[in-house]
C-alpha cells in the first residue's frame, strides 16, 4: 500500500464575510456568508477577486464623477452652487486659474502651485481640452424692430468640461492600478482587503477634488514592488509619488527603521538611493527649464532657454532674477508662507484659543494635564509589560514629555489668544511635533515585542504628518486609504472614520456659505471645528488600535491567517531583532501557521504534494508551528553551537506542546538550504 505523506495544503483565501461582521450582516443581501466548513477561493471562474475589485473601484469612480459632474460646467458657480451640491473640484477650478485655458504651460509659463508631475497631468489633459470650444454669447430675438436681438445667456465652456472628462478618465486609471496594486500586496489569501479602497466612500467624493489619487497610485505601486523584492523599481516608484505629493517619503522612513531592525539595509540603501535619483531626475529638468516670476508676472526665461538664446544665464542658478524667482519654488514658498489651513488642528486651536474668554484655560489645562497623566499611564504600563529593561528609561521620558506639555500648554494659549499664531512659529512648532510623533513610531518599530508590518508603520507615520501638519486639505484622506485596508483591514472602524470625513466635508462647504453670505446661510465655524477635532480623534482611535495590534500581534487579522508581512518583501519571514542590529535578537513566534493548521493528506497524484521537496514532510512532520520560523533564522543567521541548541529548545517546546516529537539539530541544519522555499507559502504569490 503506498504511504500517504501528510505535506502542508495551500492557504485558502480569507473570506470577509466570515471573518468581519459588518461584511457578514452586508452578505446577507445575497443570501449570507459562507459556511464555517465552506472553503473559499478554491473553484475557478473568470470573476476572479481582482476582476470583482476592478468592477468595485469602476463603478466607485463613476459615482464620483456623477457626484461632482454638477460643477463641470463653469456656468453653475454662482450662487453657492459647488458648495451647496459638494461638488467643488480644483480640477475645473485650476484651469483657469492655473492659465491652462490660455494656453500657457506649468512652470515655464506660469508658477504652478504642486509638484511637477501634478504640473505634468495638468498639461497632458490640457492638450485634449483644447479641442473644445470657449464660451460665447447667445442672442434671443424679441419683439420690436425686426432683427433687433437681446442677449440670453453665454454657450457651456467645453474646454473647462474636457478638462474635467480627460482628468476623470486619467484618474479613473490611477485608481484602478492604485486598488489593484493594493490587493496583489495583500496577497492572494486576502485580496479581498483592497475592497476597502475600491469601495471607499471618499474615493468616490475626493477622486476629482485635486490630482492625488496619481501620489496614491505611485506609493501603492512601489508598495508592491517592494513586496516582490524589487526595491529598485519600488525607490522609482516612490520618487515619482514624492514629486506628485509628498507623503510617499514617509514609505521609505518606515522602511528604514523595519530594515534597521531586519538588518536588511542593503534593499533599503537601494530604493533609498533610485528614490533620491527619479526626485532629482524629476525636478533638474524643470529646474532648468522653470521661468522666473514675480507673483504670477513672468520677469524671465529659464535657464535652458537663456543659455541657448546668448543670455546671462549664470545669473539665474541662484533661483532668483529681477524680483522674481524660479517657477519651481512656488510649491516650496507657498508651503512655507501659508498659514493654518482649514481642516488642521493648528487652525482648530488658533480659532479657539482667539475666539473664547482666557477663563476657559485652565480647565482645558487640567483635561490636557490628565490626559497626559493617563498616556503616561498606558505607556508605563506597556513598558513594564514588553520592555521591563527599558521601562525607568521610556518612564522617565514620558514623564518630561508630560511636564513639557503641562508647562506649554497655558504659555502656548495665552500667547495665541492675545497674538495669534505667526507663520513662522507655526512652521517651527508643526515641525518639532511631526519630529517628536516620527521619533514616536520609529522607536515602536524598533522596540515592540515583534517586528510590525510595513503598511502598519507607514500608516502610523502618515497619521502622524497629517494631525500635526498645518495643512490637511480634505483630499488628503485617500492617502490612507491603501493603507488602512492593508494594516487593519477592519470595516467597522473604517466606515465610522469615512463617516466623519463625510461630516467635515459637509460641515466644511456649509461653513464656506457661512462666510461668503456674511452669516445669512450655513453654519458658524464652531460647527465645522467640531467636526474636525471628531474627525482627528478618530483617527487617532486608529492609530491606538494600530498600535495595539502591533503589540499584540495575536489581535492583527492579517497575522492571525498565518502570515508574517505580505507588504514586507525582504522583511517577510526575515530574523528579528529588537532594537536593530544593537539589539537583543527575539525568536518571536508567528502564530500557528496555515500550514500546520490546514495539513491535510496528499497522494502521489496531487500537485501540491508533488511541488514541495522531499525534505519538506521531513520538516513538516516536525516543526508544526510556524513559531519556530524565527528560531531557524537565528540558526541561519548565525550558525553557533549557542544559536543551535537555542533553536532546538524553542523547537522542542513547540513540539512537546503540540504532542510530537522534537526535531534533531541535524534535521534542522538539514531543513536550511531549503528553508525559503519550503517556508513560504505558495498560495500567497499575490
Not at 424679441?142 to 478618465?169: C, I, K, N, W
Not at 474615493?203 to 529598485?232: E, K, M, Q
Not at 517619503?249 to 523595519?258: E, K, N, Q, T
Not at 531583532?577 to 527575539?586: E, M, Q
Request: aromatic share 10%; net charge positive.
Amino acid at each position: 500500500m503506498t504511504r500517504m505523506a501528510t505535506t502542508p495544503a495551500l492557504p485558502t483565501r480569507s473570506s470577509p464575510a466570515q471573518n468581519d461582521p459588518v461584511v457578514a450582516g452586508a452578505s446577507e443581501l445575497i443570501g449570507g456568508p459562507p459556511g464555517r466548513h465552506a472553503v473559499v477561493g478554491t473553484t475557478r471562474t473568470w470573476w476572479s477577486p481582482l476582476r470583482v475589485l476592478m468592477l468595485f473601484v469602476v463603478i466607485t469612480c463613476v459615482l464620483g464623477y456623477a457626484q461632482k459632474s454638477g460643477c463641470r460646467d463653469t456656468r453653475n458657480w454662482t450662487d453657492e452652487y459647488q458648495y451647496t451640491r459638494m461638488c467643488y473640484s480644483d480640477v475645473v477650478a485650476l484651469y483657469s486659474q492655473e492659465g491652462l485655458v490660455d494656453g500657457k504651460i506649468p512652470y515655464l509659463d506660469y508658477p504652478t502651485e504642486y509638484p511637477p508631475l501634478i504640473g505634468a497631468a495638468m498639461q497632458l489633459v490640457s492638450s485634449f481640452a483644447g479641442l473644445g470650444s470657449a464660451p460665447v454669447a447667445v442672442f434671443r430675438t424679441e419683439g420690436g424692430p425686426p432683427g433687433a436681438q437681446v442677449f440670453d445667456h453665454y454657450s457651456m465652456d467645453t474646454r473647462s468640461a474636457l478638462f474635467y472628462d480627460f482628468t476623470a478618465l486619467l484618474f479613473l486609471i490611477a485608481a484602478c492600478v492604485a486598488v489593484a496594486c493594493t490587493a496583489m500586496t495583500a496577497g492572494q489569501r486576502r485580496v479581498w482587503d483592497a475592497a476597502l479602497l475600491a469601495l471607499a466612500p471618499m474615493l468616490a467624493l475626493h477622486l476629482l477634488t485635486n490630482w492625488d489619487i496619481l501620489a496614491v497610485a505611485f506609493a501603492a505601486g512601489g508598495l508592491l514592488a517592494w513586496s516582490r523584492r524589487a526595491p529598485r523599481l519600488a525607490g522609482i516608484l516612490f520618487g515619482l509619488g514624492i514629486v506628485t505629493k509628498l507623503y510617499p517619503v514617509f514609505f521609505l522612513v518606515g522602511l528604514a527603521a523595519l530594515c534597521l531592525r531586519a538588518g536588511r539595509l542593503r534593499p533599503l540603501v537601494r530604493s533609498v538611493l533610485y528614490a533620491a535619483g527619479t526626485v532629482v531626475g524629476v525636478l533638474l529638468p524643470v529646474w532648468l527649464t522653470a521661468g522666473y516670476f514675480n507673483g504670477t508676472d513672468k520677469v524671465s526665461d529659464g535657464i535652458w532657454s537663456t543659455f541657448w538664446g546668448g543670455g546671462n544665464w549664470t545669473a539665474l542658478l541662484d533661483g532668483e532674477y529681477a524680483g522674481g524667482h524660479n517657477g519651481l519654488q512656488r510649491f516650496f514658498e507657498l508651503n512655507s508662507e501659508r498659514g493654518a489651513d482649514w481642516d488642521s488642528l493648528a487652525f482648530a486651536l488658533s480659532w479657539a484659543a482667539g475666539k473664547y474668554d482666557t477663563r476657559w484655560f485652565a480647565p482645558a489645562h487640567l483635561v490636557v494635564m490628565l490626559l497626559g497623566l493617563a498616556a503616561v499611564g498606558a505607556l508605563a504600563a506597556v513598558a513594564l509589560r514588553n520592555w521591563p529593561w527599558r521601562a525607568p528609561r521610556i518612564i522617565g521620558a514620558a514623564a518630561v514629555c508630560w511636564l513639557l506639555v503641562a508647562i506649554a500648554t497655558p504659555l502656548l494659549l495665552t500667547a495665541v489668544h492675545k497674538h495669534g499664531i505667526p507663520v513662522g512659529t507655526l512652521n517651527a512648532v508643526t515641525a518639532v511635533a511631526l519630529i517628536l510623533a516620527v521619533a514616536g513610531v520609529i522607536a515602536l518599530a524598533l522596540l515592540a515585542p515583534r517586528r510590525p508590518r510595513v503598511p502598519q508603520v507607514v500608516l502610523l507615520l502618515v497619521i502622524a504628518f497629517l494631525l500635526t501638519n498645518k495643512v490637511f486639505s480634505p483630499q488628503y484622506t485617500i492617502w490612507l486609504l491603501p493603507l488602512v485596508a492593508l494594516a487593519r483591514p477592519r470595516w467597522r472602524l473604517f466606515l465610522l472614520w469615512q463617516a466623519c470625513e463625510i461630516w467635515v466635508l459637509f460641515t466644511r462647504f456649509m461653513h464656506f456659505i457661512f462666510n461668503d453670505t456674511s452669516g445669512a446661510d450655513g453654519i458658524d465655524r464652531g460647527w465645522f471645528v467640531g467636526a474636525v477635532v471628531l474627525r482627528d480623534l478618530v483617527l487617532c482611535v486608529l492609530a491606538a488600535f494600530v498600535v495595539s495590534e502591533i503589540l499584540r500581534p495575536e489581535r492583527d487579522v492579517v497575522r492571525a491567517d498565518g502570515l508574517d508581512d505580505p507588504a514586507g518583501g525582504v522583511l517577510d519571514g526575515a530574523p528579528d531583532v529588537r532594537g536593530g542590529r544593537l539589539g537583543a535578537r527575539t525568536l518571536l513566534p508567528l502564530r500557528r501557521g496555515a500550514w500546520a493548521d490546514s495539513a491535510a493528506p496528499s497522494g502521489p497524484e496531487d500537485p501540491a504534494g508533488a511541488a514541495r521537496p522531499a525534505e519538506a514532510a521531513d520538516v513538516a512532520g516536525s516543526i508544526t508551528s510556524v513559531h519556530a520560523v524565527h528560531a531557524v533564522h537565528a540558526v541561519h543567521d548565525a550558525p553557533s553551537a549557542r544559536s543551535v541548541l537555542s533553536a532546538e529548545s524553542v523547537l522542542s517546546t513547540e513540539s512537546v506542546q503540540s504532542g510530537l516529537a522534537a526535531p534533531s539539530v541535524q534535521s534542522v541544519r538539514r531543513a536550511l538550504p531549503r528553508l525559503p522555499s519550503i517556508l513560504r507559502p505558495r498560495g500567497d504569490a499575490g
